[in-house]
């Protein structure tokens, strides 16, 4: 029988879990969830001179995470993925093994992409509980989740949405960016471009980090932190000389692009992108990978066709 659960109860319900968990509602964040696994900023060891140790900052924390899309869930299936390999990330994993992740949608789930727990919406007052894991399973406990013989189920359509068409066939995206390298769009959005970072850092894929040494004032000891960085910014390529590969706007925006559909594409077999809007939704300039997109597969495949001909 379906699990359902009142939608005047989830509060209460998440009441129960703040038992156990330290839970955050994310629907309004502008930061996307990665942040609960791979901070800003963290220090990853501490070092003392005096007695020549190194130690590691604890971490015993375990999070609920409520409200993710469905976007948002698989970009966090995709995460784990990237950060289990070629080597694990120690740092990563440490949180997000001992957390939850929950869904909510009020359109009807097809395929579940990730999670623990997706909450659907069945009728104005009543959402269905699915349960993806063990996890989800100990977090659904709860008097206020019930079974029900034959819950009044109404079928939601699903939003239409072409970043999501485009991104079914990510061989030809990769080779649509491969092949753009020479073209205009690529002036034309370096002229747009503020340089903020923005984009990388409100995606919920992008992973890209530097590594600070900090000493103490003291001197006596000193630490090592990794803080979020952004391959759009114009000194993430700098080496000592002051050399930097890509000098210019036009060539790290290339090299977003690069990473997130061509490079990810031979590494993963997908893209690094799943189309949930941050990017264009926080950009100063309204630049977003859609649009940007759209332009470069519709001439790639005029440049096939004439080739053809």
């Excluded at 659960?5 to 955050?24: C, S």
């Excluded at 869904?103 to 007052?125: A, F, R």
């Excluded at 019930?146 to 189920?153: H, L, Q, S």
Aim: charged residues 30%; hydrophobic residues 35%; positive net charge.
């Amino acid at each position: 029988m379906p699990l359902v659960i009142e939608k005047k109860e989830i509060k209460n319900w998440l009441k129960e879990l703040k038992k156990g968990f330290a839970v955050f509602d994310v629907r309004k964040s502008v930061l996307p969830p990665k942040q609960y696994f791979f901070p800003p900023k963290e220090e990853t060891f501490n070092f003392d001179l005096k007695s020549q140790k190194l130690s590691v900052p604890d971490y015993e924390g375990r999070v609920l995470l409520f409200g993710l899309n469905m976007a948002h869930l698989e970009a966090m299936t995709q995460l784990d993925e990237i950060m289990e390999k070629p080597r694990k990330d120690f740092y990563y994993w440490r949180r997000r093994e001992k957390s939850v992740l929950v869904g909510l949608t009020d359109n009807t789930v097809i395929v579940p992409m990730g999670g623990d727990i997706i909450l659907e919406k069945i009728n104005s007052k009543q959402y269905q509980v699915l349960v993806l894991t063990e996890k989800g399973k100990k977090a659904i406990k709860s008097k206020l989740i019930k079974k029900i013989a034959k819950p009044v189920i109404k079928k939601y359509s699903t939003d239409s949405n072409p970043m999501k068409e485009m991104l079914l066939d990510s061989e030809l995206l990769a080779e649509a960016v491969a092949w753009s390298a020479n073209h205009k769009i690529w002036d034309e959005l370096a002229k747009k471009c503020l340089g903020c970072g923005i984009c990388t850092y409100v995606c919920p894929l992008c992973h890209c980090f530097s590594i600070e040494d900090r000493v103490n004032l003291d001197g006596e000891s000193c630490s090592r932190c990794r803080q979020w960085d952004a391959c759009t910014l114009p000194n993430f390529s700098k080496i000592a000389g002051g050399h930097k590969f890509h000098p210019t706007v036009k060539e790290r925006y290339y090299n977003w692009f690069y990473h997130k559909f061509v490079r990810a594409y031979k590494e993963y077999g997908k893209s690094q992108c799943v189309a949930c809007g941050n990017c264009k939704n926080n950009c100063p300039a309204g630049i977003g990978i859609a649009g940007v997109l759209m332009e470069i597969v519709e001439d790639y495949e005029k440049y096939l066709r004439t080739r053809k001909s």
